[in-house]
Structures are given as C-alpha cells and as structure tokens.
C-alpha cells in the first residue's frame, strides 16, 4: 500500500496568517500517464468531507483561493493563506495513484 | 446539483451482515465509479472499495474477503453488504462519486453504523 503520512498532525493557526500541511508518500504518486493522483479534503466538525485539490494543485470550484496544492512525486503541500474562522476542521491528503487508494492520517486545523 | 444519500438499520450485532444503500440523485449513476468510505468514530478515513456502473468492483484488500457492492442503475442505487461484523467495524460509511483515481467530488452525509450486542 502507498502509505501517506501528514504532518504536522496538529496545526495551531493565526487568523489571517498562512498555514501549512505536509503530505509524504511512500511510493510516487506519479501514474503511468504522466499524471499525479493526489487529492486534498477537508473536513468541518459535523460534516462530511469535501474535496479541495485534485491533481495536486487543481482547486474546486467554490474552494476560495487561499487554499493552494503543490509538490510533485512523494511530497505535496496544502498551503492555507489568510487562515480564516472557517478553515477550522481536520484536513486529509488522498492518493489515487496505487491501488487501494489511501488517506493520511489526517491534520487538525485550530485557531490560536 | 449531485446528492448522495446513505440509508441503513444503524445497529448491528456481531457476526451478522451490514447492508447499506447509497441513493444518487440530482445526476446519472453512469460514468463514475462509486465508492463506500468508513470513518471510525474520532479517526481518519478509509477507502472501502469502488463500483462502477457497469458493475465491476474494486475493493480494499483489507475487506476483500467480506465486502460486496453492488449497482441498480434504474434506481441510482449502490449497496454494500460487509458481512461478519465486529466492534472494529463501527464507522459511519460515506458514499462517494469520484473516478479509478479516487478524486471523490461529491459526498454522502453519511450513516452511523454501530456494531454492538
């Protein structure tokens, strides 16, 4: 299994500051057409998840563009600019490049 | 808009079945693959495995032994059926549209199954 590893796991954030999310893998997530299949999630206390990112930096429509994804081959990063109050939650990387697909273990987003 | 819909008994004992449904509305059930992802209260997240409307399935080797998933397309319904369930089986189970990637876009509100005697 590609196994995916956050961190940090606990993420202290300052309002209208930047935070940061690693995501490692242990294989590369690069397929054989070229393309990476990582995906970022977040998900609000209460609530289901909602994609963010795909293919590493694509953001959802709707997903404000605070939040942007880069990295390539086994390292990514979700980068939250200006931390706002609804940020709040538990935020997850996803692979989809081996099978089974898998999560990481997740990372929890606090206001200080 | 596309919504996803869990139904289920919530309560099973142990060593007996779960059976889910997963009602698609707002969209067709054709094209995509569609995935059962659990949550165990308090941790991160699963993937189960995945279906896709013509009916060929994929699964989690982790569950392969115990899991079915099956497709009504006349009904934009999927279902799961986990059999031989303990306490580590307690999740809510989220139904997920996405692709052979994963890249899941819409989410069930998902069902609280409890595993108890």
């Known amino acids: 299994d590609a196994v995916m590893t956050q961190s940090p796991l606990s993420l202290p954030a300052t309002l209208g500051q930047s935070a940061s999310i690693s995501c490692r893998s242990s294989?590369?997530?690069?397929?054989?057409?070229?393309?990476?299949?990582l995906s970022w999630f977040q998900q609000r206390p209460g609530q289901s998840p909602r994609r963010l990112i795909y293919?590493?930096?694509n953001r959802d429509s709707g997903v404000p563009d605070r939040f942007s994804g880069s990295g390539s081959g086994t390292d990514f990063t979700l980068k939250i600019s200006r931390v706002e109050a609804e940020d709040v939650g538990v935020y997850y990387c996803?692979?989809?490049?081996?099978?089974?697909?898998?999560f990481g273990q997740g990372t929890r987003l606090e206001i200080k | 808009q596309v919504q996803l819909q869990e139904s289920g008994p919530g309560l099973v004992k142990p060593s007996e079945t779960l059976s889910l449904t997963c009602t698609v509305s707002?969209?067709?059930?054709?094209?995509?693959?569609w995935s059962w992802i659990r949550q165990p209260p308090g941790k991160g997240l699963e993937w189960i495995g995945y279906?896709?409307?013509?009916?060929?399935?994929h699964y989690n080797p982790s569950l392969e032994s115990r899991v079915t998933m099956s497709v009504d397309t006349s009904k934009n319904q999927l279902s799961l059926n986990l059999t031989s369930v303990t306490a580590a089986d307690t999740a809510v189970y989220y139904c997920a549209r996405g692709t052979w990637f994963g890249e899941f876009d819409y989410w069930g509100q998902g069902t609280l199954f409890t595993v108890s005697s």
């Open positions: 294989q590369s997530l690069v397929y054989n057409d070229g393309k990476t299949y």
């Open positions: 279906i896709y409307y013509t009916g060929s399935t």
């Open positions: 293919k590493v930096s």
């Open positions: 707002g969209g067709s059930i054709s094209v995509y693959y």
């Open positions: 996803a692979q989809g490049t081996h099978w089974p697909l898998t």
